[in-house]
């Protein structure tokens, strides 16, 4: 029996369990109970995580990640400090906070995007003990400035770097 799509939760979960009922006894093309049961609980599981989901993502402060890309190695460059600072209106620069990239080479958040308003910020990327704390790099610090318009929109501030070069561009 074929099931069709776009069924909604409550039906694939009857569905299973009809499947569960009437599966054949014996035989190699049967689905063992536990793998039914197993579906079960997924859909259940997934259908309760739903609107978890909602809850956290803000509605009206803008949010900034950046991640650090080794183009030489091809993988996320992790554990590099990283500063996120904001131009006052008198021109000096202050800082919101600090992170540590994970260990894919992300910022996914730096911290609670409430305060983030519109704005010129910078991005200090500390490269001096990456890939390890003997490295002596060409570019000991990288800085990325950039302006915020929109309070409500994600900004990601990625790096891609080399051992002589580096790169960024607006990210999503």
Avoid at 38 to 67: G, N
Wanted: glycine share 6%.
């Amino acid at each position: 029996m074929k099931r069709p799509h776009a069924v909604p939760l409550p039906c694939q979960v009857m569905y299973l369990l009809q499947e569960l009922r009437s599966r054949p006894r014996t035989g190699r093309e049967s689905v063992k109970p536990q793998t039914l049961l197993r579906r079960i609980r997924m859909k259940i599981v997934a259908a309760m995580a739903l609107p978890l989901l909602f809850l956290a993502v803000p509605a009206t402060a803008a949010e900034i990640s950046t991640h650090v890309l080794d183009l030489a190695k091809g993988v996320g460059g992790k554990d590099v400090p990283v500063t996120l600072s904001k131009k006052a209106a008198d021109g000096r620069w202050v800082e919101v906070t600090r992170a540590r990239t994970d260990e894919n080479g992300r910022v996914r958040s730096f911290g609670d995007p409430a305060g983030l308003d519109a704005g010129v910020y910078r991005l200090q990327f500390d490269m001096t003990a990456y890939p390890n704390g003997a490295s002596a790099p060409f570019f000991p610090e990288i800085t990325l400035t950039f302006r915020v318009d929109d309070p409500k929109a994600h900004y990601h501030v990625p790096i891609v770097v080399s051992p002589y070069g580096y790169s960024t561009y607006r990210g999503n």
